[in-house]
């Protein structure tokens, strides 16, 4: 069983910075695929960010490309968001999670953190 914990949200103005941090525990963190998803208010969750073991592989959600960048330190278990020049449309819980394999659908991935809240005041 996979635990993972979300951290670094907050309120930003438009244009500012944030990274988030997701800690996980349980596992064997370096052969899980972690993603980071967002869900806006009265919005599906979608896609973010996503990074294999090693870092062998990133995808980044075209809205977020140039902006946002994903990390992971398999030495610390510990997969991280850096979000640059951020727009009030990325105002959203965010949320990281875990699987087995490279994927960018939600419903595929069985590990979740409880998310954190990232507003971005305009």
Known sequence: QVRLEESGGG???A???LRLACAASGGTFRSYVMGWFRQ???NER???AA???ESTITNVAD???GRFTISRDDAKSTVYLQMNNLKPEDTAVYYCAA???FAVRPNLYPYWGQGTQVTVSS
């Open 63 to 65: 809205s977020a490309k």
């Open 46 to 48: 979608e896609f973010v």
């Open 40 to 42: 806006a208010q009265g």
């Open 99 to 101: 699987r087995g394999g």
């Open 15 to 17: 244009g500012g910075s």
């Open 11 to 13: 309120l930003v103005q």
């Open 51 to 53: 990074i294999s073991g």
